[in-house]
């Protein structure tokens, strides 16, 4: 079954520290990837996304993601957050060539900094 | 530019109340989805509009019907609410349907059925 696992639902992170996000998939083809973020009191907004080509995507606000096709993963990293990265963050897959409402989504993996 | 905006922004209904989340774009989409998050599980599709229209249900429709007013207004109705329908509810948008399109959300409502 296609399926999109974001194993931590909580991670805490001091100000100015890395930051990794996992984000595993099970899908038939390589689907395409997204990682959006949710602000507190707000929708959802896109914070990269990969179809084809380079494996590592740059995308908003100083976030990457590294697409490795051997392990399903599409992990999304930061190399020093801000108190404002503070969300929760969502990663999605799709067909490739597919609809937005094809999308599968993960459960999220809310993002506490710490002073 | 107000993007995608959703009334009410809160909202707690008895079991067997009806109610009409109401969604509105100003970016001249096509698209429009509404969306259902509940705590431990991603997003899940209600319904869609691929076009002013047209809906087509989604991952989990029962229990609600929708209706493409105009190519602005996508609208969500709940006819006899129950305790399973409490979930934060998220309209979204894009240009057209395909994956391409980048979907751009509201600030969603809160709906709680007591």
């Known amino acids: 079954a296609q399926s999109v696992t974001q194993p931590d639902i909580h991670i805490t992170v001091s100000e100015g520290a890395s930051l990794e996000l996992r984000c595993n998939y099970s899908y038939g083809a390589t689907p395409y990837l997204f990682w959006y973020v949710q602000s507190p009191g707000q929708g959802l907004q896109l914070l990269l996304k990969?179809?084809?080509?380079d494996t590592l995507v740059q995308g908003i606000k100083g976030f990457e993601a590294e697409f490795k096709r051997s392990q399903s993963s599409f992990n999304l990293r930061k190399p020093s957050v801000h108190w404002s990265d503070a969300a929760e963050y969502f990663c999605a897959v799709g067909p490739p060539f597919g609809s937005n409402y094809q999308l599968i989504w993960g459960a999220g993996t809310k993002l506490i900094i710490k002073p | 530019n107000a993007g995608v905006t959703q009334t009410p922004k809160f909202q707690v209904l008895k079991t067997g109340q009806s109610m009409t989340l109401q969604c509105a774009q100003d970016m001249n989409h096509n698209s429009m989805y509404w969306y259902r998050q509940d705590p431990g599980m991603g997003l899940r599709l209600i319904y869609y509009s691929a076009s002013e229209g047209t809906t087509d249900k989604g991952e989990v429709p029962n229990g609600y019907n929708v209706s493409r007013l105009n190519k602005r207004e996508f609208s969500l109705r709940l006819e006899s609410a129950a305790p399973s329908q409490t979930s934060v509810y998220f309209c979204?948008?894009?240009?057209?349907?395909?994956?391409?399109?980048?979907?751009?959300f509201g600030p969603g409502t809160r709906l709680t059925v007591l």
């Open positions: 990969y179809f084809s080509g």
């Open positions: 979204a948008s894009s240009e057209v349907g395909s994956a391409y399109n980048e979907q751009f």
